[in-house]
Each structure stands twice: as structure tokens, then as C-alpha cells.
């Protein structure tokens, strides 16, 4: 079946700090959506974007489906951006990947 | 819109009882519906793919006759859990996409299980 492998598995940034967070899948996809988990284990739909590039204030993702990722921006990190983020992609059935732990100090 | 509906939020039961969650599409139709079940500090393994009018197709190490799901309405899944034990202390989470091709999948808030 399709792999897909997030990297970094966990990220710890200062207040303010940008980050990238990546998403490699081993075959083409038909779907490709991004989520945020909240302490409350809450999955808050970030992006759905099989490809391109979509924009959602301090929040940006691209998906160039040809070479098999996506990353995800977020810019000027909140203390709230903390928790798992997670990026699914869709074949027959959904597939998530172990997801990248993001830790936002104040 | 698009809102996918779980209930209960939290159960917390003997060992030996059963456990019904139910998974809602409030306001769109759902022809296929998922569950998930994901352990502490880990991602969301599918279980089940919960089709409507038919059988759940379950994915390879989950026992169906543990994990019963019922899909009796275009907006309504059910996933029981049979006699529960300590080990099926998890977090079930379900899912949903409206018909048609590539539709996003919504998630419901999750039930959190707990078994003494």
C-alpha cells in the first residue's frame, strides 16, 4: 500500500519562529488533506489540496503531486499552532502519516 | 457545513460491557463513512470502512465480531464495541466525505474509551 512519511516527527520553536512541515507519499493519490490535532484529540481540517498551493492566513500548504509531497507553512507560530500535525492522503481508503509533533514555546 | 456529529465524547465502563458510538453526517450525505482508532502519542489507524446498506469492510487485525458496525442510513453509523476489555481503551474517531469524487473527509470529535 501507499507509504507516507512526515518529517520532522517533532519540532520545538520559539514564539513567532516559522516552520515547514513535510509529507512524501510512495504513489499518486487522489486526495490529499492536512490536519491540525488539538489536545482534545479534535482533527481540524487544515487544507484539503491534492495540488497547488492554498493560502489560510498564517497557514499555507503545496502539493506537487508529480513529485509525491506536500508541505505545510505556518508562519509567525502562536502558542495555539502547538499539537500534532497530521497529512492524510486518499487511494482506495485513507492513509495518515505518524504526524509531526509541533511544540510552540511562549 | 459539513459537519460530522460523535457521540458520546467520552465513555468510561466495566469490563464486559458493550459500547455503542454513533457517527452522524448532520447536514450531508454519507455513503461511506470510516472509523479510526488511534493509541496514545500515535496516528489514526483506519479500522473499518463502514459502507451503507451493506457489510463494514475491516481492515487486517481487527476483529469484526469485537468491532460491530452497523450503517443502516445515508447519515448515521455505528460502531460497538463487544464486551470491552482494558485493551480496547482507545481513542475512536469517524469520518465522512459527501458523494461524488474527491470530496474531503470531516471528522467527528472523537470518543475517548475507557476500561476498568
Known amino acids: 500500500g501507499i507509504q507516507v512519511e512526515q518529517s520532522p516527527p517533532d519540532l520545538i520553536l520559539q514564539e513567532g519562529a516559522n516552520s515547514t512541515l513535510r509529507c512524501n507519499f510512495s504513489?499518486?493519490?487522489?486526495?490529499l488533506q492536512w490536519f491540525h490535532q488539538n489536545p482534545w484529540g479534535q482533527l481540524i481540517n487544515l487544507f484539503y489540496i491534492p495540488s497547488g498551493t492554498k493560502q489560510n492566513g498564517r497557514l499555507s500548504a503545496t502539493t506537487v503531486a508529480t513529485e509525491r509531497y506536500s508541505l505545510l507553512y505556518i508562519s509567525s507560530s502562536q502558542t495555539t499552532d502547538s499539537g500534532v500535525y497530521f497529512c492524510?492522503?486518499?487511494?482506495?481508503?485513507?492513509?495518515f502519516g505518524k504526524g509531526t509533533r509541533l511544540h510552540i514555546l511562549p | 457545513g459539513a459537519v460530522v456529529s460523535q457521540h458520546p465524547s467520552r465513555v468510561i465502563c466495566k469490563s464486559g460491557t458493550s459500547v455503542k458510538i454513533e457517527c452522524r453526517s448532520l447536514?450531508?450525505?454519507?455513503?461511506?463513512m470510516f472509523w479510526y482508532r488511534q493509541f496514545p502519542k500515535q496516528s489514526l489507524m483506519l479500522m473499518a470502512t463502514?459502507?451503507?446498506?451493506?457489510?463494514?469492510?475491516?481492515e487486517q487485525g481487527v476483529e469484526k465480531d469485537k468491532f460491530l458496525i452497523n450503517h443502516a442510513s445515508l447519515t448515521l453509523s455505528t460502531l460497538t464495541v463487544t464486551s470491552a476489555h482494558p485493551e480496547d481503551s482507545s481513542f475512536y474517531i469517524c469520518?465522512?466525505?459527501?458523494?461524488?469524487?474527491?470530496?474531503?473527509?470531516?471528522f467527528g470529535d472523537g470518543t475517548r474509551l475507557s476500561i476498568l
Open positions: 463502514s459502507n451503507e446498506g451493506s457489510k463494514a469492510t475491516y
Open positions: 447536514d450531508f450525505q454519507a455513503t461511506t
Open positions: 469520518s465522512a466525505s459527501g458523494t461524488g469524487d474527491f470530496q474531503p473527509q470531516h
Open positions: 504513489d499518486s493519490v487522489n486526495n
Open positions: 492524510a492522503v486518499e487511494d482506495d481508503k485513507i492513509i
